[in-house]
């Protein structure tokens, strides 16, 4: 596992958030709960999860791509509203929960739940999938370890084993007094007998993930075939793959019980295979790019698509291909006449797919930008500009052009409606700088931290903005509205303190 984005062990809960997708079952089946032993309030679990999310955010290999958040949004929201009309997502912890999915740029092939209702997912597991349906397999697995509430059920019972535990070492103690080797057996056997029965409990939640997963993915309108592919996918990379790129084979291995019944379950969902969408390779493509960054691969992908096998391959491939190209040779930044070449084929390769189309001018406008052609740009953005990709990039093009003011109009707009979008709030800061107001700024500066829950951040924002308040800086309204907020953002640093 990666030392930076999900490297959740040293930190002592990997074992309770690495909860880790592997098998599925058939939508029709109503095998009975588990039920909910959890001694944890939902919003004691919100908290808890919230504590682990700011650390993912602080993390370098964090990454709040507009493309690829929107696609795996258009994906996840489909889960949600399906486990809400199952059932499986209660009124409670739909409201209590955050349901975000953050992503990181780690090439490994992994992804997990954490308490409160967020989701991990590394991009090395989005440039494998073949298909929207293996990924939303995923997701599906993932929400449900949420929805049955599994951390904070294996949390309780880890507190249920501790007296075994306890026990085992008093009687080994009194053991070894006696005879040393006898109580040293005892100790561990106690021991080994409370790991034993926490990982009976953990494949039982595994295995619930996987029906109800299953369910979840069916109602949303998924194809069964994706967790049927993505399970055969994991299970050729147990037998093949040991280094470590699979942190879910590592987590939890797939048991000979597991597979069986998957096998039994591929049987009662067969149908034609599924088919991938060029939206689709075109994420993943994406994908790849951000999870190999070094030069090198960078250059590979470039050169793939001038292979001679390049003309082989399915149409949607060609397309995965054409695009990690095409941004890999513009991230290199060393021929822009190539990544020229490559964006007209790729263009000429998405026609008459509009949602296709769409992701190639996106990539278009982030290469102009990029070059400092901010013209054509917002051009190219402009027939979508309410959606968050284009957004984001219009009003990056607007401020490096002098018409900061805008972008923050439109980035105002936005936030009001995604008070949660740092990456808006930060955008707008620049904007409001680039026009000389400070105070508005350092305040979208605070509101930023704000969505990351680096509540203690943005607490010295917000001061500061008071200090230039009453040094005389800005109008009675913006420092009213500070004063609001910083007292709001006090009391949940205190709530910190006290967790803590």
């Known amino acids: 596992m990666s030392l930076t984005f999900l490297n959740l062990h040293r930190r002592g809960i990997a074992a309770v958030l690495a909860l880790s997708f592997l098998a599925s079952a058939p939508a029709g089946a109503q095998l009975p709960t588990l039920g909910d032993t959890s ?3 939902s919003g004691a ?10 650390e993912l955010y602080r993390d370098p290999d964090y990454i709040d791509d507009p493309v690829l958040v929107e696609y795996v949004q258009s994906l996840w929201q489909p889960l949600l509203a399906a486990a809400r009309v199952r059932g499986e997502l209660t009124s409670e912890l739909d409201e209590r929960f955050a349901w975000q999915v953050l992503l990181g740029k780690d090439r490994t092939i992994n992804a997990f739940a954490v308490p409160g209702g967020w989701l991990g997912l590394h991009l090395g597991l989005v440039s494998v999938t073949a298909n929207r349906d293996e990924l939303a397999s995923v997701l599906a697995h993932e929400l449900s370890h949420v929805t049955q509430r599994h951390i904070s059920r294996l949390m309780t019972q880890e507190k249920q084993n501790a007296p075994l535990m306890i026990a085992a070492m008093i009687l080994g103690a009194i053991a070894a007094s006696k ?8 100790m561990a056997g106690g021991q080994a007998l409370a790991i034993q029965n926490q990982l009976n409990f953990s494949r039982d939640m595994e295995r619930e993930a996987d029906r109800i997963g299953f369910g979840v993915a069916g109602q949303a ?6 967790f049927v592919t993505m399970f055969d996918k994991l299970q050729q990379a147990a037998r093949l793959n040991d280094n470590g790129a699979f942190p879910y084979l590592r987590t939890h291995p797939m048991t000979s019980e597991r597979i069986s019944e998957m096998q039994s379950r591929q049987q009662l969902a067969t149908r034609a295979p599924v088919q991938t969408t060029l939206e689709h390779a075109m994420a993943a493509g994406r994908a790849r790019v951000f999870s190999n960054p070094a030069v090198d691969a960078l250059r590979a992908m470039v050169a793939e698509a001038d292979t001679g096998s390049f003309a082989t391959l399915p149409r ?3 397309v995965g291909v054409l695009y990690s190209a095409t941004f890999a040779s513009s991230r290199t930044r060393t021929d822009a006449a190539n990544t020229s070449r490559l964006l007209a084929r790729l263009e000429a ?7 296709a189309q769409r992701l190639a001018r996106l990539l278009a406008a982030e290469i102009a930008l990029g070059q400092g052609d901010t013209a054509r740009t917002l051009r190219l953005v402009e027939a979508n500009g309410s959606r968050r990709p284009e957004l984001l990039l219009a009003a990056q093009a607007q401020v490096q052009s002098g018409r900061a003011a805008d972008a923050s109009q439109r980035l105002q707009t936005w936030v009001a409606t995604h008070p949660r979008d740092a990456t808006a709030w930060q955008l707008l ?7 000389g107001q400070p105070l508005r700024g350092i305040r979208a500066e605070a509101e930023a931290r704000v969505a990351q829950l680096d509540y203690t951040a943005a607490l010295d924002r917000f001061k500061a903005a008071q200090d230039m308040v009453r040094r005389g800086t800005g109008d009675h309204i913006e420092a009213s509205i500070i004063d609001v907020r910083a007292r709001a953002v006090e009391s949940l ?3 910190q303190a006290l967790e803590r």
């Open 493 to 495: 640093v205190r709530e």
């Open 45 to 54: 679990e919100r908290k808890l999860g919230e504590r682990v999310a700011r």
């Open 179 to 186: 005879n040393p080797q006898a109580g040293s057996a005892m």
């Open 429 to 435: 800061a620049t904007a409001y700088a680039a026009q």
């Open 39 to 41: 001694d944890m309030t």
């Open 349 to 355: 390769a998405v026609a008459g797919d509009s949602v």
């Open 316 to 318: 949607a491939r060609q």
């Open 221 to 226: 309108g998924y194809d069964p075939q994706g």
